[in-house]
Structure formats: C-alpha cells, structure tokens
C-alpha cells in the first residue's frame, strides 16, 4: 500500500520532468530534483523507490525514462474521457481549464439539469440533460467524471454515473458519496485551502 | 513544528464539531469522531495532542469546548477580509462560493485588468482595477489574498499586494511566487487532484 503523500507528490515529479525533458536535460540528480520542487532528495528516492529502481548511484536520473515510468504510473500514458456534470461557475471554470487537456484528459461529455443551461455549447460539448447519464456515458465507455452539482443533488448524480460504469470520480459538492467498492472518489474540500492558509496567519499573529 | 498533513485535518474536525454542536451532541469520543470522518482514533488523539490536552481518557472530547479550540487555533474565530485578484473563469466560482463566508472569510475588494470586467459588480463588489491594488489594500488592513490571474501575470500581482500588506496568498496560478519570509503562500495544483484520481485508475487496471 503507497502511502497517499507519496501518490500526491506524483504529478509534481510528472510536471517537473516533463519540463526538463522538454529543455532537453538527459539526466538529473535526485538533489537536483529537490532543488527544483523544495522536497528533500531522500524523499524523492524514497517516493520512487515505492514503484521500481531507477536511477543509477551517482549518476542521477534518465530524464526520458523516468519521465515515461511516472507517466505510465499516473496512467496519463494514453487520453481519457472524462464526464463533467454541472456547469455553474465552478463547471464552467473546470470545463475551460487547459491544464486537463494537456494531460490528455478531455471532456467528451457535459452534463446539468438546468434547462437554461441545456442545449449550450461548452468548450465544443453540447450540454446534455442529466436524466440522460445511464443511457450516454456507458456508450462513451468513461470512466472518470467530476461532479460539480449542489450537495442535495450529489449522491443520485453519482448512482447514475456509477451505473453507467464511471470507476472514480472527482466530488466537490460537500458531501461523502456513497459508492461500491470498486469506485474511487476524490473529495475535493476547497475550504481546506483556504483555513489551512488561516492557520499560518494566526500563527504568525501569536 | 507541526507536520502539514496534521495541520490540513483540522478543517475536517472543525466541520465535524461544527455539525455536531449545531445538533445539540455534548460529548464526542475519539472513536465516534473517527467514524464520522473515516481517520483512525489513534491519529486524531495525535493531531490534538500537538496543540494541548484535551478530552478526559474514558469520557471523551467537550464537543462545544474542542470546537472553539479547534477555531483558535484556525484562527476563524474572527471575519477576516480577502483580496481577490482575477475574475475569470475561476475567479468567478471562488467569488461565489458561500464555503467561505461561512467561514468568515469576506471578499471585501476585487481586481482585474481587463477593461470589460472593471466596474461589474460580483457579490456585492465593483470590480477594481488592478494597478490601484498598492493604493486600496492598505486601506482595507486586509492580510489574505487569493490569486485568479494567468501564470505571466501572477508575480507582479504578488509583488502589488505584498507590498500593500498581504500576509497570506492562495494561488491557482500554476507558477511559483517570489515572496519576503513573512509572507506565506499555498500553491493549488488542480491537476494534481485529477492526476492523483487517474493514478487509482491506472493501479485497478493493473
Ligand atoms: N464555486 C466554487 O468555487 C466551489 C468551491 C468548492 C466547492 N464547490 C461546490 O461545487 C458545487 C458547484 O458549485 P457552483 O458554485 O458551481 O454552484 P452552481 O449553483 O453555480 O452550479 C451548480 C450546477 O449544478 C447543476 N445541477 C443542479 N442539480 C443537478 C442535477 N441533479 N444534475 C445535474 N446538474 C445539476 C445546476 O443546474 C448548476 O448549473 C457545489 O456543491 C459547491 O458547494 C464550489
Ligand atoms: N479554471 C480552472 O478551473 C483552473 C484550475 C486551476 C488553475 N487555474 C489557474 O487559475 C488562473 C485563472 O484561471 P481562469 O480559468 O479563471 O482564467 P481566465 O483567463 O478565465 O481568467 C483570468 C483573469 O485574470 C485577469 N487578469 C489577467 N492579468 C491580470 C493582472 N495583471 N491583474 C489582474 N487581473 C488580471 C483576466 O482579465 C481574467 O479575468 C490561471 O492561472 C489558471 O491556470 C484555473
């Protein structure tokens, strides 16, 4: 089992030799890897040792192969659907964020109850009426989608994703989904920030 | 020094006594916590233990009285004023997220720099222009500030509103700031949430 810190610290390595690779460096040390993203050399060795040997001692890292090895990991090594359903503010900021796109995940298909919000086109999707989620997303064969609808309205919007065969799902409507076992879900809690920030200041105010 | 994964569990113990006050329940027990919030007993007596004795062994925690330490030590147990700089896409979804007013935290001014968005007005605010930050935000005495520009744009925002007194910057900018010791910044990588979720993905097809 690898240690949750350990998978959240991921994408940074992902970004970062992504960066290199691109800027043509062939190699680079796990200090230098530090340096870059401020977390200690030992922990980057440790994080990765978690996944296979690489690197050779005293040589540093192969830039290309780590870089593909990490991919493979995060499983970006190939595009995925994604299944975006609501789009008030918070949908319509996810849905135009290039970041998803750049990573080759790419929303293939929108989702909102809304009637004045059905029938738009958002980012190239045609927004579809919810109650047409058991019947389109397995079609798609996605298997990721992010929920962005009020809380109330969460849990019967994940029955009928979780239906249509969507295996994990990214929840920032405040409230713990209920899902079978075989469905991960990410709650994103954006208060999190946003106290976590609070807490330093009133640190600093003692 | 308390470890970052402690100190970004406590908003989930405020929300679990918050609600737990709000129905009227006196005593909690670690376990009982633990269940609500799916983290073991065991690491919520650790996490308490960092900031002072509470709870008496075999009773349990004073709900009520752990719920107004917890906000001390946030430092929400008074409003504070935020800054917002950037309304677009994302900037809108924050402004209009109520998760923060609950919390105390006040959009009291907000910036851009396109001339199309200046003089709108978003939850209650004319939007300002953004080169007038230096002058507004040190008559305000507001000490938080969250970032909703594009990358090239993110450090000279900073720089302005350092300058003008922000202590504490949340950033969505996907670049790293620049700022003096006193000033502490937390960086939001979505994409790391998206990567994390794909990582799952990726392990169940293995
Ligand atoms: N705005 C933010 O920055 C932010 C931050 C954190 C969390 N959240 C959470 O994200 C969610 C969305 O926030 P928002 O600000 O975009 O809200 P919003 O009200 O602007 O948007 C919600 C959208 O969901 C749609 N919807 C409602 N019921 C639906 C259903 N059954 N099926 C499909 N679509 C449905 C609505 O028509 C609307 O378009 C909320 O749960 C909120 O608490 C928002
Ligand atoms: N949209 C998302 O879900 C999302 C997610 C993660 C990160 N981000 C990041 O957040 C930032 C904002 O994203 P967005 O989707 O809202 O982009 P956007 O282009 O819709 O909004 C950017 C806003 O910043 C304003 N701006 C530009 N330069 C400025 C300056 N010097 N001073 C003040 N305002 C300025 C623009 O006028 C615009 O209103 C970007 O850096 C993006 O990479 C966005």
Redesign the interface.
């Known amino acids: 089992q690898i240690p949750r810190?350990t998978?959240?610290r991921?994408?940074?390595y992902?970004?970062c030799l992504t960066r290199l690779a691109n800027s043509g460096v062939e190699v680079v040390s796990s200090e230098e890897l530090g340096n870059l993203l401020a977390i200690t050399s030992v922990q980057i060795r440790k994080d990765l040792a978690y996944f296979g040997e690489f690197g050779r001692r005293g040589v540093g890292y192969d830039v290309p192969a780590l870089l593909a090895q990490v991919s493979?990991?995060?499983?970006?090594n190939r595009s995925?659907k994604l299944v975006l359903v609501g789009v008030?503010?918070?949908g319509?900021?996810l849905a135009?964020?290039d970041?998803?796109r750049e990573?080759g995940?790419n929303i293939s298909a929108i989702f909102d109850a809304d009637p004045s919000k059905i029938g738009l086109t958002i980012v190239g999707q045609r927004v579809l009426p919810a109650h047409r989620i058991g019947e389109i997303v397995p079609q798609m064969g996605a298997?990721?989608a992010i929920i962005a609808v009020p809380a109330h309205a969460a849990q019967k919007v994940t029955d009928a994703l979780v239906q249509g065969g969507i295996?994990?799902?990214?929840n920032f409507a405040?409230v713990r989904l209920i899902v079978p076992d075989?469905v991960?879900v990410?709650q994103?809690?954006?208060?999190?920030?946003?106290?976590?920030?609070?807490?330093?200041?009133?640190q600093?105010?003692r």
């Open positions: 810190p998978i959240e991921l994408p940074l992902l970004r493979q990991i995060l499983g970006v995925r008030g503010h918070l319509q900021a135009n964020y970041g998803f990573h995940f298997e990721m295996k994990a799902i990214w405040p075989h991960e990410r994103e809690n954006m208060i999190v920030g946003m106290l976590a920030l609070s807490y330093y200041l009133a600093r105010e």
